[in-house]
Every structure is written in structure tokens, then in C-alpha cells.
């Protein structure tokens, strides 16, 4: 292509003393609508299989890679940046260009999805194209005649939905934005949301919360649980498996997601049954928050209402990540129903994020119940106030994520509307202008010829989603500019 000849003598000459130091040329509106379709089109026709994607691939797409390691060539993966993040990055690359062949190709990963719905009715973080092997799980679309889930042995998931880490949370985003782009096209697209919506509020335990996994029930749905958080005086620093449901998990800001979907249900569709959902969502986030002066949350609370243990590395303790996701949560339903509570438990828990923040600017993951020592899990798996040595898989600082958290909530708190609700949110979202122009003169250079931005020895499915949005982002806005 001649645009990826002219940016690769334009990086070579910039590399030249006559030229070091010299800016960038600006990018420009077809630069960014080839780079974004050539980018849709390598992933569509060369990395899908069924309508399904996964995290990441070997340059010559036989290796693919979900959470955990390599899958198998006919599994699809849920959890972003997987199957439904692919798929609302072609509803993107639809929305800038209207071109429908974009259209058509979020309507194949529509129909993937909806084929593996579960009949607890969601979706597990993996899902399975072969006819044969599908038949292990418990896909509605699948289950016919006298067959019934109990009929599969032999899978212990088979019928397990997962609202870990934004997996079906995405999975109906994405279904509610195509039903919105397509206009209602397809009725199977719409039974699909519907039903996993109302099986969502059906798990929903009484204080707001949600389950984690569920199959039936929500486990431990029928204990009563105490009203309010509290402190314990003391607690392990060894490892103790909780004893029984239920527990109540804020970890990886699953209310966040849970209640973003539920007001993204409402403004779609505007069933005040959603809206109660999203409601109830920030009653427990209200009942959750600890008490001064440490007005943060943590990541998951037993019946009492206290912090527990959760895995052998996610010991009882405030947490930094989680409390910020909760005060945009807060925000966000304030602006749906004006509520003093909520913007009021946004500042106490700011305040306390405020002054938790480490000497260098970034936050520890943990923080000790009582002391507010800042506390981190080490290599060896053991409770350490010392930063040094920290476990590597699981971060134990951080920082990006949380920073712009304050000057949305002080926007809010002057009654701005400054929530981003949309149906599905994009890293580039937060970028300026002039990172965004930097962005996509990046994306636009480090193209390769079949539209593949590679990473080392692997194409990243986040990689090509990210891209896909700061290029619609960067389209949208240069065609939203008064003509000079």
C-alpha cells in the first residue's frame, strides 16, 4: 500500500539529524478509514472461527491464546478482549463508515453468541464451535426434544455463567448495541438479551449484590446478611477459606459492571425493572462502604458484612482499584437518579483514596484494616508491608486507572454530567486530543500490509480493539469539525 511506503520513509527521514525533533505529520480522515477497515478486514477473514475470537494469535493465526494459555482451534473466548469485543469493534468501524459489510460481520458474532448462551443465561468464559463438542454444554439453542442439562456428564461447567471480570456483562452490551444498530433486525438477538437480563435479576441477592458464578440460584441467596459494613478488630494474615455462601464481591469491580449494564438495559429499552436493578446495585455499594476513616470498600464481605479472605493473595483490606470503580459507579447512577447519597459516598470515599496515595504518586493495591498501612502480597505468597519482592502475576500497585476518578467526581459534584454512558467503553475514550492525534498517526505508521498490528510474535485482540476506537474516535471528531 502506498500509505504504509510513505510512512515508512517518513519514519526514516525522521530519524535523520536534519529532521530529530521534527513533529509528526497530522493524520488524516482516509489515513484513519483505511488503517480501520484494512485492521477489521485481517481480523474478520483471517483470525474468526464461527463468528468467535480470542485474546491473541501467532503471526500465522495456528496459535491461539485465551486467559490461562493456548485453546483449541473451534473455542471462541468471552472475557474482553475476546468474542464480544471483537464484535463491537466492527458495530465501530459500521458507525464511522456506514459501510453494512460491517454490519453483516458484527451479525455473524451476534449469532456466535447467542448459540452459546447457557441455559442459566449467560455465558462462560469460553465457548465452543464443534457441533459434537458444543453438546457437552448446556446451550440453549441446542437443547431439543427431551434433553436437558442433566443429561451432560462429565463437564462440571456446562451450565456455569460467569460474571467475572466483565464476561457476560460484555457479551450483552455488545448484543444491545446490534440490536440498536441493526434496528431490531433480529428477534433471536433481542429473546437472547431479554432473557439473560431478567435471569440476571432473578440472581441478584437481596442486599443489591451480585454472585460471582451461578448455575441455579444465587449461592447462599436465602441467608440474611447483616445491613451494614464493619471493621472486624483483627483479622488473619494466613490464608482462611471462607466457610460458607454468601459472599459479597466487589473484586475486579463487578457492581460497577453489573449496574453500568442494567442502565445501559434501561436507556435501551426503558423497563423500570432494569433500573430498579441499577438501583439496587448502588444500595449495596452504599451498605458496603466501610466505615471512616477508611471510606473505601472492600473486595469481597461474608454475611456480617466484613472484609474476608478471597484467594490466597487477596487478603481482607481496603482496596484502591475497586473503590475508584465504585465512585464512577456512584457518579453515573447520580446522573440517572439525583441522589445525595450517592455523590455524598463518592467524596467521603475520594477523601479516603486521596490520602492513601503512595509517595510516588501511585497507590498500593491493599491497604490494612484499622492502620491504613499500605499492604502487598510478596513472591512467596505471604502478607508484607514491604513493596519489594511482589507477587508478579497480580498486580500490587496502581495508579492510571484511578487518577481520573477525582476530577470526574468534582465535575459531578458542580452538577455536570460527566459519565460515560455508552454501551461499550474504550481506553481511548480518555485520551486528549493531541494523544488521541498521536495515537492514531502511531497506529497509522505501524501498520503492516495486511492490517495487522503485531506485538512481538503475537497479534493482540486488544491491540486491534483499542486501535479500532481511537480511529472511529479520531473519524468521528474530524467529521464533526466546521469546514474552514
Not at 173 to 190: I, K, T, Y
Amino acid at each position: 500500500m502506498l500509505r504504509h511506503i510513505a510512512s515508512a520513509l517518513f519514519v526514516a527521514l525522521s530519524c535523520g539529524t536534519a529532521l530529530a525533533g521534527a513533529p509528526q505529520p497530522q493524520p488524516t480522515v482516509a489515513e484513519a478509514r483505511e488503517a480501520v477497515e484494512a485492521a477489521g478486514a485481517y481480523f474478520r477473514d483471517h483470525l474468526g472461527v464461527a463468528g468467535t475470537y480470542v485474546w491473541k494469535y501467532s503471526l500465522d493465526g495456528q496459535k491461539r491464546v485465551g486467559e490461562g494459555g493456548t485453546v483449541p482451534a473451534s473455542v471462541g473466548w468471552v472475557q474482553p478482549p475476546g468474542t464480544p469485543a471483537v464484535g463491537a469493534a466492527f458495530l465501530r468501524i459500521f458507525e464511522v463508515t456506514g459501510d453494512k459489510q460491517w454490519l453483516q460481520s458484527a451479525q455473524v458474532v451476534a449469532t456466535a453468541l447467542v448459540k452459546t448462551q447457557l441455559e442459566s443465561g449467560g455465558w462462560f468464559y469460553k465457548i465452543e464451535t464443534d457441533p459434537q463438542k458444543a453438546a457437552t454444554w448446556c446451550y440453549r439453542a441446542l437443547k431439543v426434544g427431551g434433553n436437558t442439562c442433566r443429561d451432560i456428564k462429565d463437564n462440571p461447567q456446562r451450565n456455569e455463567t460467569v460474571l467475572d471480570d466483565n464476561n457476560t456483562q460484555s457479551v450483552l452490551n455488545f448484543l444491545m448495541w446490534f440490536d440498536l444498530a441493526s434496528g431490531g433486525s433480529d428477534p433471536d438477538v433481542r429473546s437472547c438479551i431479554d432473557r439473560a437480563l431478567h435471569r440476571l435479576m432473578r440472581v441478584q441477592y437481596p442486599n443489591g449484590a451480585f454472585p460471582v458464578f451461578f448455575k441455579g440460584a444465587a449461592p447462599g441467596a436465602d441467608v440474611k446478611a447483616a445491613a451494614k459494613a464493619s471493621i472486624p478488630a483483627s483479622w488473619s494474615h494466613e490464608w482462611q477459606k471462607p466457610d460458607r455462601p454468601p459472599y459479597f464481591i466487589i473484586n475486579d469491580n463487578l457492581p460497577r459492571d453489573m449496574g453500568r449494564l442494567f442502565l445501559n438495559a434501561y436507556r435501551t429499552y426503558h423497563d423500570p425493572a432494569y433500573l430498579k436493578a441499577a438501583e439496587k446495585v448502588g444500595d449495596f455499594l452504599l451498605a458496603a462502604q466501610l466505615p471512616a476513616p477508611q471510606q473505601g470498600w472492600a473486595q469481597g464481605y461474608d454475611r456480617s458484612m466484613q472484609p474476608v479472605w478471597g484467594r490466597r493473595f487477596e487478603p481482607p483490606a481496603v482496596v484502591s482499584r475497586e473503590t475508584a470503580g465504585n465512585i464512577d459507579y456512584l457518579i453515573e447512577l447520580n446522573e440517572q437518579n439525583r441522589d445525595a447519597r450517592l455523590l455524598h459516598a463518592a467524596t467521603t470515599a475520594a477523601t479516603w483514596l486521596q490520602a492513601a496515595r503512595l509517595s510516588d504518586g501511585s497507590w498500593a493495591r491493599f491497604y490494612e484494616l484499622n492502620t491504613n498501612r499500605p499492604l502487598y502480597i510478596d513472591e512467596g505468597g505471604q502478607v508484607t508491608f514491604d513493596d519489594m519482592d511482589l507477587l508478579k502475576h497480580y498486580g500490587m500497585k496502581t495508579g492510571a486507572e484511578i487518577e481520573p476518578v477525582f476530577a470526574r467526581l468534582e465535575s459531578a459534584t458542580r452538577g455536570q454530567r460527566v459519565s460515560r454512558q455508552r454501551l461499550w467503553i474504550s481506553a481511548a475514550d480518555e485520551l486528549s486530543t493531541g494523544e488521541l492525534n498521536s495515537k492514531v498517526r502511531q497506529l497509522v505508521d505501524s501498520q503492516d500490509t495486511q492490517g495487522r498490528w503485531v506485538e512481538g510474535r503475537f497479534i493482540e485482540g486488544e491491540d486491534f480493539v483499542e486501535g479500532v476506537f481511537a480511529l472511529a474516535r479520531f473519524i468521528s471528531a474530524q467529521a464533526s469539525e466546521p469546514a474552514k
